[in-house]
């Protein structure tokens, strides 16, 4: 694994890749430049090193670090969060009402992501390590943080992926930290010029309605960015929310017919698997591409959360 420097998205805002499952361009972490200085999302605690390492080759010290977000506390967008805090003295965790509880007291988090990652968990998140509540800032909808003179971002409840999430928009740049709500962008893909985002559908609070109607909302606020969770920053707003919103009703037709013949979700991330492979050669990618490590498993994830609804509906 190479240590790579921050990426530069404009004047104000960089990315740091977190290395999320020893894999580059998966998940990143957002520094922006303001007078309180303010970062998006941690990652899981594996990535906290990589984050320490980028803000300081940017310049900064980690006690300068006011604002940590976390769009939603699944453990490989806040599972850092515990851990990275312990380093950042002046700094305090924003977080989505529903999700404040589980930074404070994890245990019942870290058993729903080892019960879907099983004997990888610990490799993959350790250690989890609860926040004090008073370092703990609730946000929610409707909700501003000032973090510079010329710079109020503002929160919104964008549910779907998950019940506890929400979206930040950054009124200078007119983009949105949009988390896992509306979607996967695939850097690897794109690096070979091509555009693909995907929903993502993980357990056990996913619910396609209201992640149409966070798309939806996103479409209606004619933003100019899109800042993704997995990974990087979309300037075509449009093309992505279209894609993403295409695939999702993709994503719940196979799911209702998997469920409907009395199969589960292995038959239905192969399902989704192919309907993918199927789709990118148009575009000339091999279906021995190295973006299919990540494909792959996001893939099982996602047909564990779908499988989980539609099961749930028939209760």
């Known amino acids: 694994m190479v240590e790579k420097d921050p990426i530069q998205l404009d004047n104000r805002i960089h990315l740091i890749d977190g290395f999320d499952l020893g894999v580059p361009e998966r998940t990143g972490t957002y520094v922006i430049d303001e007078e309180a200085l303010t970062i998006v999302e941690t990652g899981p605690s594996p990535s906290v090193k990589h984050v320490k390492k980028g803000i300081e080759s940017l310049g900064f010290t980690l ?13 490989d967008h806040a599972g850092g969060a515990g851990l990275l805090i312990q380093d950042c003295p002046n700094a305090t965790i924003v977080v989505h009402p529903k999700g404040a509880k589980h930074l404070a007291a994890p245990k019942k988090l870290a058993a729903g992501a080892r019960a879907v990652y099983g004997e990888s968990f610990s490799e ?20 501003t943080l000032q ?15 998950s019940r506890h999430h929400f979206s930040i928009f950054d009124p ?15 850097q690897l893909l794109i690096d070979d010029g091509v555009s693909f985002f995907l929903p993502s559908t993980s357990p056990n609070q996913f619910d396609p309605d209201a992640m149409q109607t966070s798309i939806n909302r996103m479409f209606d606020m004619k933003l100019d960015r899109i800042y993704f969770g997995h990974f990087g920053m979309t300037k075509n707003p449009d093309k992505a929310l279209r894609q993403v919103s295409e695939w999702l009703a993709v994503f719940m037709e196979e799911a209702e017919q998997t469920v409907a013949e009395g199969k589960g979700y292995d038959e239905l991330s192969g399902r989704l698997l192919g309907k993918v492979r199927q789709h990118l050669r148009e575009f000339g990618v091999d279906d021995d ?3 299919y490590i990540v494909i792959n498993l996001d893939m ?13 509906l028939k209760q």
């Open 300 to 312: 099982q994830v996602s047909a564990l959360g779908m499988i989980d609804y539609v099961q749930k």
């Open 289 to 291: 591409h190295e973006v």
């Open 172 to 186: 200078v740049s007119n983009g949105m930290f949009t988390g896992d709500t509306v979607g996967v962008r695939y």
């Open 147 to 161: 973090i510079g003179a010329a710079c109020t971002l503002e929160f919104l409840d964008t549910p779907g992926h």
């Open 63 to 75: 006690d300068q670090v006011k604002y940590i977000i976390v769009t939603h506390i699944h453990l």
């Open 124 to 143: 993959l998140f350790d250690p989890i390590i609860p926040v004090s509540e008073e370092r703990l800032l609730v946000k929610g909808e409707g909700d």
